[in-house]
């Protein structure tokens, strides 16, 4: 995907996360960064100006949705304008010189954490201590110098913070995967030209909510099946203000312009009493 040179992508974690992987995935490996304390900071560094974009997690194969990311999507009113999917493969990392026989305590994001399990049951002289980003913690242990502590963290943390990988591919599962939007303002989306060819599949995300009647979600959900359009997720999350009641996220296969998705999003409309498109966007890998 081509981009310009000014750019300047934000992302929540420390240099080196998960979420650097997915922006040099989606824009390449000179593409520069903004690192962000919380998922909320990347959303507002877009709309400041800080940020040209942002990389958004969206859903782990493992661990499921962030659903905190689904309210910032509906908050910030960012487009989604692509997608990526980057294999989740956690390290064993250490300052250079420190032995794994001499680990006594792993520090890592408690989802990191709960994705080793095997590991820490064919370990079990080590402890496991839950901190607040994968690559913060081998940012922390190099930092500070520790000779008897590890990180689970990327293969980019590794090279970022200067460590060493003492043990590859930790994991309990391999199908460990995280799917990332990459979001930009309304302006840059609208005037920014696809690189896409006539053969990519493309993907639209909404948002919409019903009457709370018996049927409604059916009625809403046969806007799409009448028109054979096959239905890629659907998440729902609490409307608030409305107790008990949802907004339903939903993602189809298809552009939102052609002729029949146009027609389901108008049939949708008769009988949603909310719909927003969050964005049509090419398939990601």
């Given at each position: 995907?081509?981009?310009?040179?000014?750019?300047?992508?934000a992302?929540?974690?420390?240099?080196?996360?998960f979420?650097?992987e997915?922006?040099?995935?989606?824009?390449?490996?000179?593409?520069?960064?903004?690192?962000c304390?919380?998922?909320?900071?990347?959303f507002?560094?877009?709309?400041?100006?800080?940020?040209?974009?942002?990389?958004?997690?969206?859903?782990?194969?493992?661990?499921?949705?962030?659903?905190?990311?689904?309210?910032?999507?509906?908050?910030f009113?960012?487009?989604?304008?692509?997608?990526?999917?980057?294999?989740?493969?956690?390290?064993?990392?250490?300052?250079?010189?420190?032995?794994?026989?001499k680990?006594k305590?792993?520090?890592?994001?408690?989802?990191?954490?709960?994705?080793?399990?095997?590991?820490?049951?064919?370990?079990?002289?080590?402890?496991?201590?839950?901190?607040?980003?994968?690559?913060?913690?081998?940012?922390?242990?190099?930092?500070?110098?520790?000779t008897?502590?590890?990180?689970?963290?990327?293969?980019?943390?590794?090279?970022?913070?200067?460590?060493?990988?003492?043990?590859?591919?930790?994991?309990?599962?391999?199908?460990?995967?995280?799917?990332?939007?990459?979001?930009?303002?309304?302006?840059?989306a609208?005037?920014?030209?696809?690189?896409?060819?006539?053969?990519?599949?493309?993907?639209t995300?909404?948002?919409?909510?019903?009457?709370?009647?018996?049927?409604?979600?059916?009625?809403?959900?046969?806007?799409?099946?009448?028109?054979?359009?096959?239905?890629?997720?659907?998440?729902?999350?609490?409307?608030?203000?409305?107790?008990?009641?949802?907004?339903?996220?939903?993602?189809?296969?298809?552009?939102?312009?052609?002729?029949?998705?146009?027609?389901a999003?108008?049939?949708?409309?008769?009988?949603?009493?909310?719909?927003?498109?969050?964005g049509?966007?090419?398939?990601?890998a």
């Open positions: 995907m081509k981009r310009k040179a000014s750019e300047i992508i992302f929540q974690g420390e240099r080196g996360a979420s650097e997915a922006t040099r995935k989606l824009l390449g490996q000179e593409v520069a960064v903004l690192p304390q919380r998922f909320e900071d990347i507002r560094a877009v709309k400041n100006g800080a940020a040209s974009g942002a990389i958004v997690p969206i859903e782990n194969t493992l661990a499921g949705s962030v659903h905190e990311n689904y309210d910032h999507l509906l908050q009113e960012l487009p989604i304008v692509a997608e990526t999917s980057v294999r989740i493969v956690h390290n064993l990392i250490a300052p250079k010189g420190v032995r794994f026989s680990i305590r792993i520090f890592s994001h408690p989802v990191a954490l709960n994705q080793c399990l095997d590991f820490f049951a064919a370990n079990p002289q080590t402890e496991r201590i839950s901190f607040y980003d994968t690559a913060g913690s081998v940012k922390m242990v190099i930092e500070e110098g520790l008897d502590a590890a990180a689970i963290a990327s293969s980019v943390a590794a090279e970022i913070y200067g460590a060493h990988i003492l043990r590859r591919s930790i994991e309990s599962d391999r199908q460990n995967f995280t799917r990332f939007f990459l979001v930009r303002t309304p302006e840059f609208r005037r920014r030209p696809t690189t896409a060819g006539a053969a990519t599949q493309w993907k995300s909404l948002v919409f909510s019903t009457h709370n009647t018996p049927g409604a979600l059916f009625r809403a959900l046969s806007a799409f099946a009448l028109r054979d359009l096959n239905l890629m997720k659907i998440e729902s999350r609490p409307l608030r203000g409305k107790p008990w009641e949802y907004l339903f996220y939903l993602d189809f296969l298809g552009r939102a312009d052609s002729p029949v998705a146009l027609n999003l108008n049939h949708l409309r008769e009988v949603a009493d909310f719909l927003r498109v969050l049509c966007y090419p398939k990601g």
